[in-house]
């Protein structure tokens, strides 16, 4: 006689999380991110250092809840971090060609892992920290803001939001970093922030994070500058609930 026994409980699902990200120390630089609320959506940052003189920068934004994309974060996490290592890391490559191939692998694991389409806008650069140039590709994302002292400059989409089409690319251009420069990146839920206070309405938008920007005195730090910005979008919501994630990245150039 054959018998079975049963576990009273069954296991609990292991449930796979983003690796936590340590950003790299920068020669002459620093980034700093800040996330305000419950992680009920799909934005992540990472960053990580990709060769002597080279770091990798993103902000991603996937639609949905976090219960939807905790795998494809995982997933786009893993080949960021490990096909940008193998594409940067060479001294002599060319930035623009690289970056477009790390997005399309990026771009087909989004696609492999969820069996079909799911738009990720995305902001990834590599920061050349001996040049103090940037090479970036913005896949559908929000605008990012580069400050320095002629002003501040939009970087807008140079391609559709990853994970929609296999074979679709992004262009990757370049962009000087002055000294005393910043960059800033902000999630969709900044921008879409919809005001409470002092009878304003609409979303925050992007030029309310360009003044925002502008306001921070001289001489403060990538986190200043993230807290900044998200105060001023608790502010202009008037403390009403967070519902959508909110994040600011910024990378700062003091020489």
């Not at 449930?15 to 996330?35: N, S």
């Not at 074979?167 to 420069?181: D, F, R, V």
């Not at 990146?185 to 360009?210: H, P, T, Y």
């Amino acid at each position: 006689m054959l018998t079975r026994f049963h576990s009273s409980t069954a296991a609990a699902p292991v449930l796979l999380e983003p690796v936590p990200t340590v950003f790299p120390a920068i020669k002459g630089a620093e980034i700093a991110a800040v996330f305000v609320g419950k992680r009920v959506a799909g934005d992540f940052y990472d960053s990580i250092r990709v060769s002597p003189e080279r770091v990798l920068i993103g902000l991603l934004d996937v639609a949905g809840r976090r219960q939807e994309t905790r795998s494809l974060l995982v997933a786009a996490q893993e080949v960021f971090r490990t096909v940008g290592t193998k594409l940067f890391s060479p001294a002599d490559i060319n930035e623009s060609d690289a970056m477009t191939e790390l997005c399309l692998h990026i771009n087909r694991r989004l696609i492999d892992v969820c069996c079909g389409v799911h738009s990720c806008p995305a902001f990834i650069a590599c920061y050349h920290e001996n040049f103090g140039t940037l090479c970036y590709t913005n896949a559908g994302h929000t605008p990012a803001l580069l400050h320095d002292s002629r002003g501040i400059a939009e970087l807008p989409s140079t391609g559709l939001p990853l994970g929609l089409f296999s074979h679709a690319t992004c262009e990757a251009p370049t962009a000087g970093m002055a000294g005393q420069s910043s960059l800033l990146l902000v999630s969709r839920g900044v921008i879409d922030c919809e005001g409470r206070a002092n009878g304003d309405s609409g979303g925050f938008g992007l030029e309310r994070v360009k003044d925002a920007i502008q306001s921070e005195p001289r001489g403060g730090t990538a986190r200043s500058l993230c807290d900044s910005v998200l105060k001023a979008v608790a502010d202009f919501s008037g403390g009403s609930p967070v519902c959508d994630d909110r994040t600011a990245l910024a990378l700062l150039r003091r020489a």
